[in-house]
């Protein structure tokens, strides 16, 4: 089996009296698309920078291609790409002169893809860097970070700055890169239906805890919100084991699971004498019921 690109074994990270993240235990295969959820203040971005070695644990270690995240090679650090929240440059020179500037720092650069890139979405090569829009500055950010192919690319929230029209056509370079399955990415992003069309797998970050790691279709198996009919009224006491969310009004019962299962279906419609429907949630709509009520 091949080795992760990404190791995380009982990560800690401690500001202060504040402790961000507790015991996170995470890999990610090669050629892995790696979806990461969680709520504002959740740890992402700190578990990112541990990862790359932006960051110092507290405890715990993490390994990059096999090398200590704290410590890596200069030849390890030309396989990454990186596009943070907020991307920074050097705001006298002009795009095309930090494009020049990056290429020197890698023998892999792909000249020809950057100029692409630079074309479909309308890079303003003659502008300053200082002078760009939010979204212009995060476009330069993500060719920056796609211009040498990295092997493994770590996305923080790369899009949340992008209009509609230009997170699709990141989202479709994305998916072209992803064709010849060599790509390994990690995709922090609040913008699930993004997730929903690149990822294989969903890590969900809560408490400084992952609460869920696994294929994001395991996930929509899993999670399935429940809607009952009862022939006379629920009573106050009525509750689903499982239950993330259980709203009742009168013979009616909404409620979400993190476990569904069809024989507990089988016996709620006995126990209750009720009709159950059972409807499918998206990626969304799940993170959500996680968030709001119990963990999975």
């Not at 960051?55 to 993490?62: C, E």
């Not at 029209?165 to 479709?172: D, G, K, P, V």
């Amino acid at each position: 089996m091949n080795e992760p690109v990404l190791r995380v074994a009982q990560l800690q990270k401690i500001f202060g009296n504040k402790e961000v993240l507790r015991g996170i235990d995470l890999a990610v295969e090669p050629g892995t698309v790696l979806g990461l959820l969680g709520a504002n203040g959740s740890g992402k971005t700190t578990l990112i920078k541990c990862a790359l070695g932006l960051l110092r644990p507290t405890s715990g270690n993490i390994m990059v291609f096999g090398e200590d995240s704290w410590n890596l090679s200069a030849a390890a650090k030309a396989r990454l790409g990186y596009v943070p929240q907020e991307v920074t440059s050097y705001p006298w020179m002009r795009v095309r002169q930090v494009l020049a500037y990056t290429a020197a720092f890698y023998e892999r650069w792909n000249h020809a893809f950057v100029q692409t890139l630079c074309e479909r979405w309308h890079v303003p090569l003659e502008d300053r860097i200082g002078s760009l829009s939010t979204g212009q500055l995060q476009t330069v950010g993500i060719v920056l970070a796609l211009g040498h192919q990295p092997e493994f690319l770590v996305l923080d929230e790369p899009v949340a700055s992008l209009d509609p029209s230009a997170r699709r056509q990141f989202l479709r370079t994305l998916l072209e890169l992803l064709q010849d399955r060599q790509q390994t990415i990690l995709f922090s992003t609040h913008i699930t239906s993004d997730l929903e069309r690149v990822a294989q797998r969903v890590a969900i970050l809560g408490d400084g805890k992952i609460r869920f790691l696994g294929e994001l279709d395991e996930l929509k198996e899993r999670v399935k919100r429940l809607r009952f009919t009862a022939r006379h009224d629920l009573p106050t006491s009525f509750a689903v084991p499982g239950a993330l969310r259980c709203e009742v009004a009168g013979s009616h019962a909404t409620v979400s699971v993190a476990n569904f299962d069809e024989r507990l279906v089988a016996e709620m419609r006995q126990t209750w004498d009720a009709d159950i429907a059972v409807n499918d949630l998206n990626l969304e709509e799940i993170f959500v019921e996680m968030h709001d009520g119990a963990h999975v």
